[in-house]
């Protein structure tokens, strides 16, 4: 398998760099190193001695995962979360339509493949894939698109329920959503933009069973990935259930009754790692929101008791402390307490993130702490470009190499450019190297004659340096208007691995894949997201 370093994608954190990379600096943030067995067993151990409310979360889970028409694998991975020494291996995402990007797949996968590994690693335990739906996040416009790859060999984006511009912001919880009638015409819109083949009847159909009209989103999701991968065992959750929210009511009343320690203690262990990194998440004094007349408000305090922020809603302290008693399906975490939520509730014994995840799980060891939560090892997801024989043509055609892939259109062409290239009168690039070399003399000769002459002398070569970086950009913008066939090829690479000057598995959706090559490729990515290596792998097809 060919990888690329984790530095070689644009955008990734530095702390997510290092920690992939087991360097120091990263590493003492978290509760050991994935890549360590000490960590998993000091942590299992840990976690076995832990008493956590298996039996109500089972009875819980059995329903939700029913509903999601999961297979009978899942049925036994429960059974199995009933023993003490049994652990689930936890990942999780956004309820995106059609399962969002591709890397939500990938998460899902690392989760079942680092499951089993676990399980070979250390015999005497077993380990369950668990996906949290977050079906809680209001963020509509961030889960309502797909994108995909038209017959003309362009990118594009489809979008569900789209809101006019000028519509007030809903803050509906994603969950409380039903799926409309205009799902049909979604699909049908997605269909319409891909080329028809052999397997585009048995994908649409499945789309269309999944995301039937009144339904909810998480349902949807779940169904469908569980279409996909029928044998993977994958337990759902979702944690809008108000019977997972009745589990979960002491995380709810310890943060309101201790607040605002948890995000104090964040903020703390966030300054300091500013002092090398960007923290990725803000604490708030009350990290949870509510849901009030459907939509979902963050909680602030107030020298009166609190107050949902953009409504005129009050409570006092012993008004919101028996409303989360009695009612916790009306509180809802933000992104700082829901891996709290999540480990109180789950015997988790690693989290499979991505690049901004494992960045904000540096932050949250302290809030950890002040739950008397175990933190789980933090583990990467798998990270791939999936190459077709059309795109990988073009990289042994110009003799690319890879990271080309992450470079925007006119930096990809003039690394073709700046050689012997197809058409071109005279290799620029050499020329350059002699004419460097040669006129890096001039200061120290200039010298020699006289030490006045040395500053001129260098004043000289930069200008020369410069003008010379003006000529580069003429011959290479006269080249590149000669030359259609190399332009479009690195635009046809760019559309298939990076659209929209973002990597492939953030904007693809897995329809356009499926669309082509059909079920097969499934196996392909599951075979793939393989524990290790820690690096962006290239997936052949």
Known sequence: MITLPF?????????????????????NYYMGHFSDLMAFETHLQLLERRSYLREPLYNVLAAQNKGFLAGDRTFMNLERLKSSTTFAVVTGQQVGLFTGPLYTLYKAMTAVQLSKWLEEQFPAYRFVPVFWLESEDHDFLEINNAGGISAGNEFFRIRYAQPEDDAPKD????GQRAIEEEITATIDALRSQLPETDFSEEVFAMLRNA????????????????????????VFIDPSDPSVKQLATPVILQELETFPTTGEEVIKRSAELEERYHAQIKPRAVNLFSIHKNNRYPIEPSEYGFFLKGTRQRFTRD????????EPERFSPNVLLRPIMQDFLLPTAAYVAGPSEVSYFAQLQPAYDHFQVPMPVIFPRASLSIIENKVEKVFKKFDLPYPAMFLDDESAWRLVQNGDGPGNT????????????MLEELPALAAAEHANLGGPAEATLNNIQRSLATFEDKL????????????????????????????????????????????GILKQIEEACTPFPAEHRLLFL
């Open 426 to 437: 005279f290799d620029f690039s050499a020329f350059r190297s002699r004419l460097s070399a």
């Open 476 to 519: 290479l913008h006269h080249r590149r208007q000669n030359d259609d066939v190399l332009t479009r090829q690195i635009e046809k690479m760019h559309v298939y691995l990076f659209p929209e000057g973002k990597p492939q598995e953030r904007q693809l959706n897995i329809v356009t894949l499926l669309n082509r090559y059909g079920f």
């Open 211 to 234: 995301y039937a009209p009144g339904g909810s989103l998480q349902r949807a999701f779940a169904r469908l990935f569980n279409a996909l991968y029928p044998d993977a065992g994958i």
């Open 319 to 326: 008004e919101l402390l028996e409303l989360a008693g009695n």
């Open 171 to 174: 803050l509906r919880p994603v």
């Open 7 to 27: 530095s070689s994608l644009p955008g990734t954190p530095q702390l997510f760099v290092d920690y992939a990379e087991n360097l120091s600096d990263a590493r």
